[in-house]
């Protein structure tokens, strides 16, 4: 009894892990140019617009998505929006608004 209850207490005790909900940040052209290419498929999630997210992908595209969860649902879903080379970042909050 007494070795679950330590192991209990380490696992709560650890830092915790990032959320892709933690990922926010205010959306600006100048923002989204400068990322740069990730090793893998990369999200993060507008400050203003809690719905708008962009995924980098590994090959430096940049897509918009409108991404919710659902009720009574596990995971996200999304719906593609645009790509950043097509509309800006205005034109997208609008387009999350609207949806």
Same mark, same amino acid.
């Given at each position: ?23 926010? &940040? ?24 809690? &719905? ?48």
């Amino acid at each position: 009894m007494k070795g679950s209850y330590e192991r209990k207490y380490k696992q709560c005790a650890r830092a915790p892990t990032r959320t892709h909900s933690e990922r926010r &940040v205010k959306f600006s052209d100048t923002y989204i140019k400068q990322k740069r290419k990730p090793p893998k498929l990369f999200s993060e999630g507008d400050s203003e617009v809690p &719905v708008l997210r962009i995924y980098v992908h590994p090959s430096g595209s940049v897509k918009f998505y409108y991404a919710y969860r659902p009720a009574n649902k596990k995971n996200f879903t999304r719906i593609k929006i645009g790509n950043f080379n097509i509309i800006n970042v205005k034109q997208a909050k609008d387009k999350a608004k609207k949806c």
